[in-house]
């Protein structure tokens, strides 16, 4: 496997799930993350690399997660975080619509403990089209 891309974002990693905001737009309302996600992807596009990359392929995102606090965390709302994160800033093309395939897998990613360094340790490889 070739890797595309691989930084280490030195923050303690944070959902986008919870605690969102619900705001009035007109006649409808729009959700919103809560505004501590909204600081932590201000505070993670300082330690990415490669933004606006663009990659617009099949890739495996692993993620090693290093919680400051040893509790149980839904690994799939870490997920979604990063990969938002990683959109927002361009390294991977949105692959919300016009391309759904671009994160074909998140192999290999992991929730450890450490209390003294929090962090996110990402690592994006290509993967063979199928």
């Not at 959902?15 to 009035?24: A, E, L, M, Q």
């Not at 290093?66 to 938002?84: C, G, T």
Request: charged share 25%; no cysteine; proline share 6%.
């Amino acid at each position: 496997m070739n890797v595309l891309v691989r930084f280490t974002i030195p923050l303690p990693p944070v959902t986008k799930k919870n605690s969102g905001r619900i705001v009035p737009r007109g006649e409808h309302v729009k959700l919103l993350p809560s505004e501590a996600f909204e600081r932590y992807q201000e505070a993670a596009g300082y330690h990415i690399r490669h933004k606006w990359a663009g990659i617009n392929q099949p890739v495996n995102v692993k993620a090693l997660y290093f919680m400051k606090e040893q509790r149980k965390v839904d690994i799939v709302n870490l997920h979604s975080a990063l990969h938002d994160i990683l959109v927002h800033y361009g390294v991977l093309a949105d692959d919300s619509s016009l391309n759904p395939e671009i994160v074909r897998s998140t192999d290999g990613s992991r929730v450890f403990h450490d209390k003294a360094n929090p962090r996110t340790e990402v690592e994006i490889t290509e993967v063979e089209a199928q």
